[in-house]
């Protein structure tokens, strides 16, 4: 019995050592390649996923007039198919290119915020998904699907949708072996204080930051929970919002986190085979222009850049006469039922609400 075994293993491995110049299987599997690219679609977002074993994902689809940059990025990669689409919420800064994306190529499933929205760029958007009968599923917290070789996690959003659609934002997690990477659409710092209180952040690699950089979100302490290595602001050169503020670039680097900008450098793209990742911007830096860990972008003075210009949305309370930025942790407070939004500062200051002694609005 022992005598067999032992002829048996030594007749194995001598198929083994003769196999690999015979037949060539027992080459080592290529490892699936898995590119997350932030495209340069202007102010607003559009995030292309795909891998080298045929999977796509979308996540939104840019301004209107963004359609043609997705496209053709769609086409660079060989897709022919959209696995997943990704609506994170109903701005028009991030579904307004959907409907020509909709009409060129077919999307298999659709993940939606459930945020809905009276704009016609919503109604156009909604018109397409009926008319072609997609299957719309909501961004549910806490699910998580496969994707070729990688796990997507949705964070957010949570059962409660806010008034503020961009809190509604679907917060994806991708995991690709040792890589990570969180996509976060416009979540404003209520959703990252949430989001942190229940423990669903970790660290990951690569942060598409969220709301175009805008201060609402990306606070010190979301930052300090999520810590990535590289940051990615999906930005339009020029816009009006002040976007990104230079108090986000400020916080980033006093972290040391790299940042790339779609205004600066371009579709942002992070390849990864589960292992080793890389950041390739389309706009390549000079050469020696700028070390490893260090913005692309100058960088800006720490202070806070004033935006007149910016909407700036602030609340209160009916049982008070106190107005706070979004983010104050007194808001968090305020039952629904008795919130009150401001659309400007003055607009508070008319209703007879005094500024937070807090939060400083
Ligand atoms: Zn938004
Ligand atoms: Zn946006």
Redesign the pocket.
């Known amino acids: 019995m022992r005598r067999s075994r032992i002829l048996l293993v030594a007749a194995i491995a001598i198929v083994l050592a003769i196999a690999p110049a015979t037949s060539g299987t027992f080459q080592p599997e290529p490892s699936v390649l898995l590119n997350l690219s932030v495209l340069n679609v202007g102010q ?2 559009a995030i292309l996923i795909t891998t080298s074993d045929d999977c796509t994902m979308l996540i939104d689809g840019g301004p209107q007039g963004a359609a043609g940059a997705i496209l053709n990025a769609l086409r660079e990669n060989n897709v022919s198919t959209i696995d997943v689409l990704v609506a994170t919420h109903p ?1 028009a ?2 579904i307004g290119g959907l409907p020509e994306v909709l009409d060129q190529i077919p999307v298999l499933r659709i993940l939606d915020s459930g945020s809905v929205s009276t704009s016609k760029t919503y109604a156009n958007y909604f018109d397409r998904i009926r008319t072609k009968g997609i299957p719309v599923a909501p961004g549910t917290m806490g699910s998580s699907f496969a994707f070729g070789p990688a796990t997507v996690k949705i964070l957010w959003p949570g059962d409660l949708l806010s008034t503020n659609p ?1 809190d509604c934002s679907i917060v994806v997690e991708l995991v690709y072996g040792e890589f990570s990477a969180l996509l976060t659409g ?1 979540a404003e710092a209520d959703s990252e204080y949430e989001m942190m209180r229940l423990g669903l952040l970790s660290q990951v690699d690569a942060l598409k930051v969220a ?2 950089g805008s201060a609402s979100s990306t606070t010190a302490a979301f930052l300090s929970v999520v810590n990535p290595a590289v940051a990615i602001i999906s930005v339009g050169a020029g816009n009006t919002y002040g976007h990104p503020s230079g108090e986000v670039l400020a916080r980033l680097s006093g972290l040391n986190i790299e940042v790339y900008r779609t205004d600066l450098d371009g579709t942002v793209t992070v390849k990864t085979d589960g292992n080793d990742w890389r950041v390739q911007p389309e706009v390549l830096k000079p050469v020696g222009g700028i070390t490893t860990n260090s913005a692309v972008a100058p960088v800006p003075e720490p202070v806070p850049i004033p935006t007149p210009a910016a909407p700036q949305t602030y609340y209160g309370s009916k049982n008070s006469n106190v107005f706070h930025y979004g983010w104050c942790r007194y808001v968090a407070s305020i039952k629904a039922a008795n919130l009150r939004v401001f659309t400007s500062r003055q607009d508070a200051v008319n209703k007879g609400y005094r500024p937070c002694a807090a939060c400083k609005p």
């Open positions: 607003g977002d701005h800064d991030h961009n416009d709301h175009h």
